[in-house]
Each structure stands twice: as structure tokens, then as C-alpha cells.
């Protein structure tokens, strides 16, 4: 069960065939062998165009200027998120490309080989949520687009559970559509991507020029004043607006792994998510701010939801386009953000019963089962109670994986026992405690003050721990933190080094063997 490290660091098994019978394999979690890892800085550009382009990021700039920011103040609050988040994205990512796993395998060598399977479906069951809504928001906009092309009888159709059944059939059909491309596999996920990148900027662009004309240029819409100003009040709102702008990519953080392992090398995929992620929600943001506030101008209020902007348009040709370019989008974004995380996630769970296709299908399941068009009712629940809370949790299980896989283990990990039952991976019944310790202190004190202004939001105003209060508008930076600290208090005194037989081989063409190193084994038993 050798180890082939080759000139460029990345890592294969000599033999794949050694971990085969093992019951926490299969073909979807199996290390990429190298001839299949050949995604280019072009491939990790335009999925990050493609998610990054989408109806919910654009209402993370449209909802700051519904809750009162100008558009200086959006900007800065989304770009600077943004840059933030890129930085555990980028540590996670690299063990996807030097040993060709994904987010789940890879979370194995920390919470163990069970224990991952809590990581990981934490990871899932958010990418159930965002699947939801973002079909959600596809269907709104199939409704929209129909409804101008047949009138009055679809959009005025009879009421089923407060909608028109023409809405919920919408949902469906945009439903039914990611399933066929998911069930075609990765490869087809990479090509939908790679097709629609360009389409998505289109479709926005054609929403921002009617916009201009409308709004009579860009003097009206970059005076509007911020409610807020530049004083305490845009301070106590911009900690958590930071926070949530942060949270919206803490999935991503996580499970980057599950795209870098087809990565043809370390700085190809680095660059392509460095020159990707700032830039494209950097664009997606000023459009966002652009039209929002021009929709203030032409209808006197901050209308945050682009489908319900584009409907009052005038010209159906315009109203088509737009929002079937939006549309585009929005299915390039959950395929590739909601839809192949939780496909791995749950297939880990039960490697030989669930394939990437099933946890696919169980994924679009859980999308509707969660109920999304509610999460997306208002700016504040979107905002401060769905991106913060969750992005704190998962905050933590970065902070963890981040901890080990830098600080601890050095980047070394050994992977054959990622599938080895009572391995070096197993400690105790499958599971770390001390991860999950790190884990666990790292969310309570992220999420444990969860509060909500009175009437604005699930949570009870003093907070679910009234002492923890003053961390929950820093969420995602408390979780972090935490997490790592303690994991590191924990494994303090234990090697983190891995004892490896490898060998390294010259254009992956001939084996040479090295010299063996062997050091204490950073397991429980």
C-alpha cells in the first residue's frame, strides 16, 4: 500500500487496488488517480464564475441596501468577506490536490473515520438548504418568464399552499432539470460550467443596462444615501453583515477539496480560485448594488429580489432574456456548490449503498423537504439568522481540519489508511474526541448567543445564551478561532507525523524507493 509522490508533491497510491475491499470505499471517494487529475487555472476561473453568478449572491448586495447600506458601504462589506473566507479556502484546498480526495475522505485523518461522517453532514445538510433555494429561485424565475409568454391564466392560476400551482410546477421542472445533469455524473457538471460561465455575466449585464437607461445613469444610483451612515449604527450592523458575507462561502471552505483533487497541480487550482472568487463576486456585487439601488430610484424602494425586479420590466423580450440567462446561473451555481458536496457527504455515510448519483438525488430531496422559499422571505432571516448561524457551525469544523492539516499533521497524511478500518485513522471506534471536542466548543461559542432584533428573526433577542451574545456577531471568526486553538490544546504532545512507505517516481513513468520514516502513530489505541 505504497505511496507514489510525484515531482510536483502530489500524491497516488502505487497499488488502488489495495483499499478496494474495504467497506469505507467506493469508486466516488476513491483518490483520484493522476492521468484524471487535468482541471486548469481556466477550470477552477470559470466555476467560480459559475457560482459565484447566481440569484443568492446577488442577494447578499441587494439585501445590505434593503437593511440601509449605500453602495460604498455594500462593497466593502462583501469584497472584504470575501478575501477573508479565500484563505481557509485555499488551506483546505490543497490536500484535494495533493492526494486526490474529497472534503469527506479528507476530514477522515482529523474526526476520524466515523467521526467524519459528522463533518460531513453538516457540510451536506446546509447544501440541502442552499439547493432548495436556489431551485426555489430558478422556479420564481421560470414562473416569471411563462407568465409573460402565456399571461394572465399561468400567473393567475389557482392558489395550492399560499402559491399559484404554476409556481410550484415551475420549482419542479427546474428541479427535474439539475437531477438529469447531476446523474450524468462530474464530468458533466465540469462541461455545464465550463458552457454557461460566460452566459451568466450576460444575463446580468442585460439586467443592469435596463436599469441604467431607467434610472437615468449611474449619478442617481451612486448618490443614494446610506440610512445608516458611517457612524455606530453602520458599525453594529456591518460586524454580522461581515460575518453572513463570510458565511455564505464557509461551505465552500470545507469541501473545496471535492473539486481541488482533479487539480493538474497546486498552483493552477490556487490560481484559479485566487483570481475566481474575489473578482467574479466582486462583479456580482456592484451589479447587485447597482441595480438596487437604481430599482429605488425608478420605483422609490430597494425591491432585493432580481426575479421581482425583472417582472415590472416593460419589455418581454428583456424580462426573457434576463431571466432565463439568471436561470443559467442559478443551476451552474447548485450543481457545482450544493449538489456535488452533499453527493460525497452522504455517499461517505454509507459508502457501498449510496453513489454520488443517489446522494444526488437525496440531496434534491432534502432541497424541498427543507422548505427554502421561506429562508429567503426577508433580508434579515436570510442575513443574520440562516448565513450567520450556520456558517459559526461550520466555522468550527474549518478551524479543525485547518489546525490538523497544517499545524499538526504538516500536510503528511497517509492515505491507504483513510480506508483502513482499525488503522491509524480509526482512534477510538472510528471517532477523534478531541475534533469533536474542538468542534463543539468552536460552535457554542459561535452560535450559542444567537439573537434577533424583536420581530426580525427566529432567535430570542437577548440571545439563546445571553453571556455568549457578544460572539454571535462575529460568528464565523469565534468558531474558527476556537476550533483550532482547542484541537491544537488537545494533540498537544502528540506526533502528528504519519509513518509512510513511499516511493517517488520521475514523470509518474518509474519508482524509486525511499527511505522509510517511522514515527509514533497519531492515534488512541
Known amino acids: 500500500m505504497a505511496q507514489v509522490q510525484h515531482p510536483d508533491g502530489r500524491i497516488e497510491l502505487a497499488d488502488a487496488t489495495s483499499v478496494h475491499g474495504s467497506r469505507f470505499y467506493n469508486a466516488e471517494l476513491a483518490p483520484v488517480p493522476i492521468e484524471r487529475r487535468t482541471w486548469t487555472t481556466y477550470n477552477y476561473f470559470a466555476l467560480w464564475m459559475g457560482m459565484a453568478h447566481n440569484i443568492p449572491s446577488y442577494l447578499l448586495a441587494s439585501g445590505l441596501i434593503a437593511i440601509g447600506m449605500n453602495w460604498a458601504q455594500a462593497f466593502l462589506t462583501i469584497t472584504l468577506g470575501n478575501l477573508i473566507v479565500l484563505a481557509p479556502m485555499l488551506l483546505n484546498s490543497h490536500a484535494g490536490t495533493k492526494y486526490g480526495i474529497p472534503f469527506p475522505v479528507f476530514a477522515r485523518a482529523f474526526y476520524g473515520i466515523r467521526g467524519a461522517n459528522l463533518a460531513a453532514l453538516l457540510r451536506g445538510f446546509i447544501a440541502c438548504g442552499w ?58 457538471v465540469r462541461r455545464f460550467e465550463n458552457w454557461t460561465a460566460p452566459l451568466v455575466t450576460v444575463g446580468f449585464l442585460i439586467l443592469l443596462a435596463w436599469v441604467l437607461v431607467k434610472a437615468g445613469g449611474l449619478g442617481p444610483i451612486f448618490s443614494q444615501p446610506s440610512r445608516l451612515g458611517w457612524g455606530a449604527d453602520f458599525w453594529t450592523v456591518f460586524a454580522p453583515s461581515l460575518m453572513g458575507m463570510i458565511a455564505f462561502w464557509a461551505t465552500l471552505s470545507l469541501n473545496m477539496p471535492d473539486f481541488t483533487r482533479f487539480g493538474s497541480s497546486q498552483r493552477r487550482q ?6 475566481g472568487l ?32 425583472a417582472s415590472r420590466f416593460d419589455s418581454p423580450v428583456v424580462v426573457v432574456l434576463s431571466l432565463l440567462m439568471l436561470g443559467l446561473a442559478t443551476v451552474s451555481a447548485n450543481l457545482a456548490a450544493n449538489v456535488v458536496s452533499p453527493s460525497y457527504d452522504f455517499s461517505n455515510a454509507f459508502p457501498k449503498r449510496i453513489s454520488f448519483r443517489v446522494g444526488g438525488l437525496i440531496t434534491g430531496v432534502l432541497g424541498i423537504a427543507i422548505q427554502p422559499w421561506r429562508l429567503i422571505s426577508d433580508p434579515n432571516i436570510y442575513i443574520f439568522a440562516w448565513l450567520n448561524f450556520y456558517g459559526g457551525v461550520l466555522a468550527a469544523v474549518a478551524g479543525v481540519l485547518v489546525a490538523g492539516y497544517w499545524v499538526h499533521t504538516r500536510t503528511r497524511l497517509e492515505l491507504a489508511e483513510l480506508f483502513t478500518e482499525r488503522g491509524r485513522y480509526w482512534f477510538r471506534g472510528g471517532w477523534n474526541w478531541r475534533a469533536l471536542v474542538a468542534s463543539a466548543v468552536g460552535a457554542v461559542l459561535a452560535v450559542g448567543g444567537a439573537y434577533s432584533e424583536p420581530g426580525a428573526g427566529p432567535f430570542p433577542a437577548d440571545g439563546l445564551i445571553p453571556p455568549l451574545r457578544m460572539f454571535y456577531d462575529y460568528s464565523w471568526l469565534a468558531g474558527l478561532a476556537a476550533a483550532f486553538v482547542v484541537y491544537l490544546l488537545l494533540s498537544a504532545g502528540r506526533s502528528g507525523s504519519v509513518h509512510t512507505t513511499e516511493h ?22
Open 504 to 525: 517517488s517516481t520521475k514523470e509518474g513513468t518509474s519508482d524509486r524507493p525511499r527511505e522509510s520514516r517511522t514515527d509514533p502513530a497519531a492515534v488512541d489505541g
Open 270 to 275: 490556487a490560481w484559479g480560485q485566487i483570481l
Open 131 to 188: 439547493f432548495g433555494i436556489q431551485t426555489w429561485v430558478g422556479g420564481s424565475a421560470i414562473f416569471v418568464i411563462l407568465g409573460r409568454l402565456i399571461g394572465d391564466s399561468w400567473t393567475g392560476a389557482a392558489e395550492v399552499f399560499g402559491q399559484p400551482w404554476t409556481m410550484w410546477l415551475g420549482f419542479l421542472l427546474f428541479w427535474a432539470f439539475q437531477m438529469v445533469i447531476i446523474w450524468r455524473g462530474m464530468d458533466a
Open 278 to 309: 474575489p473578482t467574479t463576486m466582486s462583479f456580482m456585487a456592484i451589479v447587485s448594488i447597482m441595480v438596487t439601488s437604481g430599482g429605488i430610484v425608478i420605483y422609490g424602494e430597494a425591491i432585493w429580489d432580481p426575479v421581482e425586479l
